[in-house]
Nanobody
Framework: VQLQASGGGLVQPGGSLRLSCAAS????????MYWVRQAPGKEREGVSC??????????YYTESMKGRFTISRDNAKNTVYLQMNSLKPEDTAVYYC????????????????????WGKGTLVTVSS
């Protein structure tokens, strides 16, 4: 199993980035896909998740990212995306993609515990 995130980099506050995560080695369409981030010196934080093909067309976001981030997927390309707009310095983090058989939201945050598969991250730095 491989999950390879890409698209990170340096962006100014207020700017945008689009992250991609290419998956292989498992039935991509059958899994909920996640983005999880970890800021320097902080714990990991769930960002968003998107449903598998069999679970309708659902997306969930941690409250602080609603309206700025958009998750999407292309099952034909085995790829999940994260469009990030209006970026803030506090969005600086390593962003990871992950896969699981369900998604839950606890107290307004996407719950990332118990992921089936994790990928390597991509660094996003928001700074002027």
């Amino acid at each position: 199993v491989q999950l390879q995130a890409s698209g990170g980099g340096l962006v100014q506050p207020g700017g945008s980035l689009r992250l991609s995560c290419a998956a292989s080695g498992f039935t991509f369409s059958s899994y909920w896909m996640y983005w999880v981030r970890q800021a320097p010196g902080k714990e990991r934080e769930g960002v968003s998740c998107i449903s598998s093909s069999g679970d309708g067309d659902s997306t969930y976001y941690t409250e602080s990212m609603k309206g700025r981030f958009t998750i999407s997927r292309d099952n034909a390309k085995n790829t999940v995306y994260l469009q990030m707009n209006s970026l803030k310095p506090e969005d600086t983090a390593v962003y990871y993609c992950a896969a699981n058989v369900y998604c839950s939201v606890v107290a307004g945050s996407v719950d990332y515990y118990g992921m089936k598969y994790w990928g390597k991250g991509t660094l996003v730095t928001v700074s002027s």
